[in-house]
Structures are given as C-alpha cells and as structure tokens.
C-alpha cells in the first residue's frame, strides 16, 4: 500500500511511523517535505519515542510530489495555515481511488459538506476564501480524522508520543462506506484505537469545544494548561466562550450534551501540560487561530449565534501572534 505524508510534524510522524511498522498491510512510506525537515528524513526516516521504544521508518522522501507519484492513502498532518500553500502541490500523488485523510485541528476546510442547510454556505471564508484548497483537494476524496493525542517534536522528522492513542474517521457527508471502513482497519492494525464515526462533524466540534480556549489561552499567557483551570477568573472565561460554540453547535445540529465544567474536568485530569499552540508559540511557528476560533465566530455569525467571548479570545489571541509575526498582520487599521 502506497502511503504519502503530508506534514512531518507531531502527529504526522506518529502516524507514518506506526503505519509504517504495522504488519497486516506492507506500506510503503513517502514524505512529502522540504528544506532541513527534508534532508533530516532523507537521512534517518521517520522516528518515534514512544512507551520507551524507538521506532524508525524508512521513508522515500521528496519536495516534489510528482517523484513520489500517486498514492493509495495521502495523510495531511499539517497546520491548518500551511494548507493553502501546500494543497496545490497535491495532484501528483491523487488518483481516482486516493484517499486524502485528513489528520488536523479545529475547522477543517471541507467542514460544511452536509452542513449546508443550517448555515446556507458551502464554504468557510476564515479557512478556504477563494477556494484554493477546494479545487485541489477533490471533497469527494476526503475522510476526516479526528486525533485525540499529544506528542511534540524532538527533532525534524523525529516525535515524541506523550499520551493518547485515539484516532476517529468520518465520511464527511456522514454515514459508512468501504473506504473509511478499510482505513479504520489499517489504522486499527497500526495498534491505534481507531473508530469510524458516521457524523464526524460531531466529533469534530466535541474536540474544538475544549481546545479553542486551551490552545490560544496558554499561547499567549504561556501557562500550561493546569494553571488555567487553577485560576477561577480565567476558568469562568473559557466556560463563558464554550456556552458560546455550544449554542452554534446545537444549531448545526451537533448538540454537546456535558456542562463546560464536564471538559474542565477532562482536561484537568492531564496535569501541567504545554497545549499545541503553546508549543508552536515557543518555537515560533505560524499559530492555528482561524481553524480553532475564526472559523468558529463565523458560525456564530452564519447562525445567528452572538460571540461576544469569542470575538474577545480572536482579538487577544491575534494581537499577540502578530506581534511576534505569527498571524497575518490586519490589511488595515
């Protein structure tokens, strides 16, 4: 089975190295990378510390998708700010029958597929303005995952797992086919715990609700996340923004039946942990605002739904990354 990555990060070299080590179907691994993330693979593979293993994935490694050619399986892994620029170096490694799995936080571009009727739009103006990715990545071709797990870089093409082994995939248009069900079973004989989920908007949406106020809060107050919760000013915020997304949800017919005090709970339960964004702030990466919260002030918007704690979290989030020249910086005053 011919297997592309796209986006060597985190969750992209767990996900590579554990299928590429699996034994029930042969993969054979390509990435699809650049620079100095390209030249650390080209010379070590893909690797993963995980449950004090070292695991270690050989790998066909390229810049150019028409080397690596067509693909069964294309994982994208990448920050949601990467994709526009990536997507339309993709068509390479699609075929009629390529599945385009999409392993990423918060709103994803295809998101409204079988949502059109609550909100009247098919497309996300926060994530897809013109329709880039759209016309590169065929909708018909995608499934979503949704990821419950935490690893961190230790090195380009090189991660480390911390906890979590959760993996759920989706149809966007909902319901069951013999594709997702097949990429279940593989992901499944990767040794994940993988599930196939039949509205995986609902999914989705249950995961943003804790992590669009986790992510950008510890992002810009550089505090893990047990300090957050700890403090009950900044707790009773984050509840006040989720009531928000929890309203939107229920009116795109994904209701979350829990109190903000239920995800608290959950998430208390992870100790002092460093949140992705937090990391990416560290290291100075490009942060995931608009899939984690944009996208989700213009729901509010298409829905009726008002997001003054939302709007609030955006503006302070914004701010701060563009001052360390990590969001786009406004066109205007």
């Not at 248009?173 to 594709?179: A, E, I, P, Q, T």
């Not at 510890?218 to 923004?241: C, E, I, K, Y």
């Not at 009531?243 to 979350?256: N, Y």
Request: proline share 5%.
């Amino acid at each position: 089975m011919k297997v592309a990555l796209v986006g060597a990060g985190a969750i992209g070299c767990w996900l590579g190295a554990r299928l590429a080590h699996q034994t029930h179907t042969p993969v054979a691994l390509s990435v699809l990378a650049r620079g100095e993330s390209l030249q650390a693979i080209n010379a070590h593979g893909v690797q993963l510390s995980i449950a004090g293993q070292h695991l270690q994935a050989p790998v066909h490694a390229s810049d150019k998708a028409a080397e690596l050619g067509v693909q069964d399986l294309v994982l994208v892994a990448l920050k949601a700010p990467a994709l526009s620029e990536v997507a339309a170096q993709l068509s390479p490694l699609m075929g009629p029958h390529t599945v385009v799995l999409t392993a990423m936080n918060g709103v994803p571009w295809w998101f409204l597929q079988g949502q059109k009727a609550e909100t009247g739009a098919t497309r996300l103006q926060t994530i897809d303005p013109e329709g880039v990715i759209e016309r590169a990545i065929p909708p018909a071709q995608v499934l979503g995952c949704v990821v419950h797990a935490s690893c961190a870089l230790l090195g380009r093409g090189h991660a480390k797992h911390h906890f979590g082994n959760g993996l759920i995939v989706g149809e966007p248009l909902g319901g069951r086919s013999d594709r997702a069900e097949r990429t279940v079973a593989l992901l499944c004989a990767a040794g994940f715990d993988a599930t196939l989920s039949t509205h995986i908007q609902k999914d989705i949406w249950y995961k943003l609700w804790g992590n669009m106020t986790v992510n950008p809060i510890s992002a810009f107050t550089g505090a893990t996340t047990d300090r957050l919760l700890a403090d009950p000013l900044v707790r009773a915020f984050m509840s006040r923004v989720m009531l928000e997304a929890q309203s939107i949800g229920t009116r795109l017919g994904l209701p979350i039946d829990q109190h903000p005090e239920d995800r608290h709970a959950i998430t208390a339960k992870l100790g002092a942990f460093k949140s992705s964004m937090l990391q990416d702030v560290e290291a100075r990466r490009v942060v995931e605002l608009d899939a984690l919260v944009s996208a989700v002030r213009e729901l509010g918007q298409r829905t009726g739904v008002d997001t003054p704690f939302t709007d609030a979290l955006l503006g302070l989030s914004r701010v701060h990354a563009q001052g360390l020249g990590l969001y786009p910086a406004p066109s205007s005053p």
